[in-house]
């Protein structure tokens, strides 16, 4: 029997709560009758504000509250940002669907300076993100890396406060919450790589929820499926979290798959690359030899492998 109303568990930051209203309006546009609601929660990876994500125990930070509410049965689905979804999920939880992906670029955001060439010597950027750190500290070896954690909200607040003379955030983030005016310029591939599943909205449920996971597939885009299965293959591969400095750009045009993957050192900005292609239907095969390239340079020194 079809469930006549879907919950959708999700995080209380204006991003997740936009994400999850974006998929409970497309899954009452596919199917009409069905109602959908929203549980807001807090999580552990909200909470801890203090302490880079790596420090706390990673990504999965973000999850746990809201597969238990699952598991209890007090939601149905869980909507994330992918690339907060560690490479290995839970047992008992599929990601029936990965919606259309948007902008995967970063975004160099700054009240004063145009681009990251144009920060003066010394000057304070703020970022959390090994992978980002790993890689402005390539390009610009003088610049003083800072933490910055919270929401994108917050983190534009302590720019504009000072404390920052520039912050890098994903473009995507920053689109859905209306504020692309703050992107002063893209920080893009293929020079500059983002995480794995960068700007990729997916959406969580129980492997045991057939009637659910039907409804939920409706709105998954195989295209971007192919592309993040990749990323997130070669992630795995290098023992994938958040705590490793990793990035990843698969495309995927008429001649099938091209994924490019980084792996970096936050504090000498040196950076490996890999790149290859495959046919379609060889994503994870594809992001596995990508991951094995990065190895065979040595990337292991960098993952504390
Ligand atoms: N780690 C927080 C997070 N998770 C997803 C996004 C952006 C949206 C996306 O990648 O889909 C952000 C904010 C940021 O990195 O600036």
């Given at each position: 029997m079809n469930p006549s109303t879907l919950r959708i568990a999700t995080r209380k930051s204006a991003l997740a709560l936009w994400q999850a209203e974006h998929v409970a309006a497309l899954l009452r546009a596919a199917h009409p009758g069905l109602a959908v609601e929203l549980v807001p929660m807090s999580t552990r990876g909200d909470e801890i504000?203090?302490?880079?994500l790596a420090t706390i125990g990673g990504k999965g930070l973000f999850l746990k509250e809201l597969e238990v509410a699952m598991l209890e049965g007090r939601a149905d689905l869980a909507v994330h940002?992918?690339?907060?979804?560690?490479a290995q999920l839970e047992p008992?939880?599929?990601?029936?669907a990965m919606l259309p992906r948007a902008d995967a670029a970063d975004a160099f955001v700054s009240?004063?300076?145009?681009?990251l060439a144009a920060l003066p010597h010394g000057a304070r950027v703020g970022t959390s993100s090994l992978r980002r750190q790993a890689q402005l500290r390539a390009l610009r070896p003088d610049l003083v890396l800072l933490d910055l954690r919270g929401n994108v909200g917050t983190r534009l607040g302590k720019l504009d406060t000072g404390d920052y003379d520039a912050i890098v955030l994903a473009c995507a983030g920053l689109e859905r919450l209306g504020l692309?005016?703050?992107?002063?310029s893209r920080l893009a591939a293929p020079d500059w790589l983002p995480a794995p599943g960068q700007a990729a909205i997916t959406i969580e449920a129980r492997s045991d929820n057939p009637a659910a996971l039907t409804l939920l597939?409706?709105?998954?885009d195989a295209d971007t499926r192919l592309a993040v299965t990749a990323e997130r293959a070669m992630n795995h591969a290098l023992?994938?979290?958040?705590?490793v400095p990793v990035g990843a750009w698969c495309v995927l045009s008429e001649h099938g798959l091209h994924l490019r993957g980084l792996v970096g050192d936050a504090a000498t900005g040196r950076l490996l690359r890999a790149e290859g292609s495959s046919p379609s239907d060889q994503a994870l095969t594809l992001g596995r030899k990508v991951a094995a390239a990065l190895l065979d340079q040595g990337a292991s020194d960098f993952l504390g492998l």
């Amino acid at each position: 029997m079809n469930p006549s109303t879907l919950r959708i568990a999700t995080r209380k930051s204006a991003l997740a709560l936009w994400q999850a209203e974006h998929v409970a309006a497309l899954l009452r546009a596919a199917h009409p009758g069905l109602a959908v609601e929203l549980v807001p929660m807090s999580t552990r990876g909200d909470e801890i504000l203090d302490q880079p994500l790596a420090t706390i125990g990673g990504k999965g930070l973000f999850l746990k509250e809201l597969e238990v509410a699952m598991l209890e049965g007090r939601a149905d689905l869980a909507v994330h940002s992918l690339k907060d979804v560690p490479a290995q999920l839970e047992p008992g939880f599929t990601l029936p669907a990965m919606l259309p992906r948007a902008d995967a670029a970063d975004a160099f955001v700054s009240n004063d300076w145009a681009d990251l060439a144009a920060l003066p010597h010394g000057a304070r950027v703020g970022t959390s993100s090994l992978r980002r750190q790993a890689q402005l500290r390539a390009l610009r070896p003088d610049l003083v890396l800072l933490d910055l954690r919270g929401n994108v909200g917050t983190r534009l607040g302590k720019l504009d406060t000072g404390d920052y003379d520039a912050i890098v955030l994903a473009c995507a983030g920053l689109e859905r919450l209306g504020l692309a005016a703050r992107i002063r310029s893209r920080l893009a591939a293929p020079d500059w790589l983002p995480a794995p599943g960068q700007a990729a909205i997916t959406i969580e449920a129980r492997s045991d929820n057939p009637a659910a996971l039907t409804l939920l597939a409706a709105l998954d885009d195989a295209d971007t499926r192919l592309a993040v299965t990749a990323e997130r293959a070669m992630n795995h591969a290098l023992g994938g979290s958040c705590t490793v400095p990793v990035g990843a750009w698969c495309v995927l045009s008429e001649h099938g798959l091209h994924l490019r993957g980084l792996v970096g050192d936050a504090a000498t900005g040196r950076l490996l690359r890999a790149e290859g292609s495959s046919p379609s239907d060889q994503a994870l095969t594809l992001g596995r030899k990508v991951a094995a390239a990065l190895l065979d340079q040595g990337a292991s020194d960098f993952l504390g492998l």
